[in-house]
């Protein structure tokens, strides 16, 4: 297995037959959850069937949806029917993040550079998995999945825990002014635009303009604390998935042939601690 890059408390690696995968101290007691490694081969279903193993549920039980760059969520309520599970793709409902209460699903989303963040209330048990590329990002969907979250199961965002795993960060993340005139259409304060919008200023004696690198996971992280998530209780792995691609898989990077990582969380129920 190739070398795992050095990562900041709470995160650690944990070791499974696939491969290697980034968990969170600060989520342990309340959730099970993981942000997959490229070891796991996905998205061949059967990497799917592997992951549901993993996290202790059947197949039809980890919840997926057909992501589309948006701001919808889903609810996946306990003793529910009909939600969506694996399944086909054209069966799956519309989304980029999903809520909900179930110790008998995990709820799943998957990347390749975009932001995958996963939320625990400390008080209900709910949780969320959230997936956040810049289209997303700019639509505000981590705080609609909040503001779901308040809806379906009384969740305070002061009580929740927030992990933002692997994504492409600004040091590999150049960006065209298009992507500042959509954030601005999106009502976000200038003042965040510009600083989710890093340009290095130009060297002496040089005319060209330093192109634009944004900082999608700082631009959730910033959501989050404005949607009142205590920001100590946010916590970034920092890993850039374009610069460990040993471990890690990127679009920016590889291209169409990039595989994806999933972020996966199942609620624990509330007598059950975490394993030892």
């Given at each position: ?76 309520r306990a003793g529910s029917a009909g939600m969506p599970g ?191």
């Amino acid at each position: 297995m190739s070398t795992l890059p050095p990562v900041p408390e709470p995160f650690y690696w944990t070791s499974h037959p696939w491969g290697a995968a980034l968990r969170c101290a600060a989520l342990d007691p309340l959730a099970d959850h993981l942000f997959t490694s490229r070891q796991l081969g996905l998205p061949a279903e059967p990497a799917w069937t592997t992951l549901a193993a993993t996290l202790e549920v059947t197949p039809d039980h980890l919840r997926r949806v057909r992501q589309v760059h948006g701001h919808a969520v889903v609810t996946v309520r306990a003793g529910s029917a009909g939600m969506p599970g694996g399944g086909a793709l054209d069966s799956r409902p519309e989304a980029d993040a999903l809520i909900g209460d179930d110790p008998g699903s995990a709820l799943a989303v998957m990347t390749a550079d975009c932001v995958p963040l996963l939320l625990a209330d400390q008080r209900t048990g709910a949780v969320a998995a959230v997936h956040a590329g810049w289209r997303g990002t700019a639509a505000k969907i981590v705080g609609e999945a909040l503001t779901a979250m308040q809806r379906a199961f009384g969740t305070d965002p002061a009580n929740l825990i927030a992990v933002i795993g692997p994504a492409i960060r600004p040091c590999c993340y150049e960006v065209g002014t298009e992507l500042v005139d959509a954030f601005a259409a999106q009502q976000h304060e200038r003042y965040l635009i510009d600083r989710w919008f890093i340009a290095k200023p130009p060297r002496r004696g040089e005319r060209e303009i330093p192109k634009l690198r944004l900082d999608v996971a700082g631009a959730n992280r910033d959501q989050l604390i404005l949607a009142g998530v205590p920001e100590g209780r946010i916590f970034d792995c920092g890993l850039c998935t374009a610069m460990q691609l040993d471990v890690l898989t990127s679009f920016r990077a590889e291209g169409a042939a990039a595989g994806r990582l999933a972020a996966v969380i199942r609620p624990r129920a509330r007598h059950q601690a975490p394993p030892a």
